[in-house]
């Protein structure tokens, strides 16, 4: 029963994005379509797991006193294998994620769940909490993507939805459409909590 | 030429590519710490003085250690056939330089002046993942800057920064007198309150700067 808590809290109750403010830079950086929001949300996936089920492995010879130092190669070590695989497979999402993919290493929430979860529990759970939190972020950064892309260049995944007569309001997948975004999105998501709040 | 090249650089640095604005480097400082004036000046000159010296420090890393060059440091060393090519190990490297200089910056403020490390010491910390550092030194290297360029980029970019959340911080203290809808209290205000300004900076971006 825990072991599926651990998961699901990253998904909505916990989301990194909308509940903890966490990893804000890459969200509002790449979502401005939904492949680039897929394709960051994978990649930092896998760096989460890697670094939670290694953290989780070594939490017992690791130093309490250079901890972060130790967490920090670990990550920046996944991200390198990642910066290079999708360097060689995927040249283009490569290209348009650009200088986001290295940031992954900064990433808050990876060395958050490193530090916060890995770091005091079993393998098993820190890997799931590692895919937990990675799917929320995926999550989130395809509401957003979907958001922008719909309303900025009338597509889906590349594909036109919005039909001829749509005229794209191009501010939406230039900068300033990011922040107006997210600022919308968490509103409505603290607006649920609200009511939520006043009818229990 | 070489002083007007700088002064392009800064220039987009701090307003047509400001690094909150435009690349969205350095968010979770920018919205945690611009709730007062006081400390959104003492983070800004925390981020200004660790980007210009990050940049300084990875620029001679990365030209001396890990390109593949006959300035290879590595290749006179150890007396290598060819100099050898550690470019992959550059976001490793860049990190690992980043934070030991950040630890480095605060002791050596603690010992020279108390005064400085009570009013920058806490923000130094938080600095290490901050990835507007990360991110200039790496914008560096990608954008092929010489040395000098590089540490110009690096102290307008935290100019940059700077401008951002000392403004940020200025609007957001009166928010806290204004009625703003419960649901949009705290944080989506104040990204709300960027994008709006992210939509006066984006006038810069039509500046036409000879190169």
């Keep these: 029963m825990s072991a599926i808590k651990e998961f699901t809290k990253g998904l909505y109750s916990q989301n990194p994005v909308f509940k903890q403010a966490l990893g804000l830079c890459p969200t509002l950086a790449v979502s401005n379509s939904v492949q680039n929001g897929i394709g960051m949300g994978l990649a930092a996936t896998f760096v989460l ?5 290694l953290v989780s492995l070594i939490r017992k010879a690791v130093p309490a006193k250079i901890r972060i130092p130790i967490y920090i190669v670990i990550i920046a070590s996944f991200v390198t ?4 695989s999708m360097a060689g497979f995927f ?62 260049n009338g597509s889906f995944f590349g594909i036109p939805v919005a039909g001829a007569s749509f005229e794209p309001m191009l501010i939406m997948i230039l900068p300033p459409g990011a922040f107006l975004t997210i600022g919308f999105v968490m509103a409505f998501f603290k607006w649920l909590e609200n009511r939520k709040a006043s009818h229990a | 030429m070489e002083i007007r090249m700088l002064f392009i650089i800064s220039i987009s640095a701090i307003f047509i590519n400001n690094f909150i604005f435009s690349r969205f480097l350095g ?61 992959f190990l550059k976001t490793i490297a860049f990190i690992l330089v980043i934070a030991s200089l950040v630890q480095f910056v605060e002791m050596v403020i603690q010992k020279v002046s108390p005064a400085l490390y009570k009013s920058l010491g806490i923000y130094l910390p938080l600095i290490t ?56 209290q705290g944080i989506p205000i104040a990204f709300i309150t960027a994008g709006l300004m992210a939509i006066a900076f984006l006038g810069f971006s039509g500046l036409k700067l000879g190169m």
């Design chain 1, 91 to 152: 040249p283009g999402l490569h290209k348009a994620l650009g200088i986001f993919v290295p940031l992954i290493v900064v990433n808050c929430i990876i060395l958050g769940r490193a530090e916060a979860f890995a770091g005091k529990n079993s393998v098993g759970l820190s890997f799931l909490d590692g895919l937990g939190m990675g799917l929320g972020f995926t999550m989130a950064l395809l509401i957003l993507g979907t958001i922008r892309e719909l309303l900025g």
């Design chain 1, 49 to 53: 797991i890697s670094s939670n089920v």
């Design chain 2, 129 to 184: 993942t901050n990835c507007a550092i990360l991110g200039v030194t790496l914008l560096n290297i990608d954008e092929n800057y010489r040395f000098i360029e590089a540490i110009v980029n690096g102290f307008a970019a935290g100019v940059g920064f700077t401008l951002a959340l000392f403004l940020m911080a200025g609007i957001r203290e009166k928010l806290d007198l204004a009625d703003v809808p419960k649901a949009m």
């Design chain 2, 27 to 87: 968010l979770c400082p920018y919205i945690g710490v611009s709730k007062q004036l006081d400390s959104a000046v003492g983070m800004g000159a925390a981020v200004v003085f660790v980007m210009t010296l990050a940049s300084t420090v990875t620029w001679l890393v990365y030209t001396y250690l890990l390109l593949p060059a006959q300035t290879n440091l590595f290749y006179h060393l150890f007396s290598l056939k060819e100099p050898p090519d550690l470019t």
């Design chain 1, 81 to 84: 294998v990642v910066d290079l």
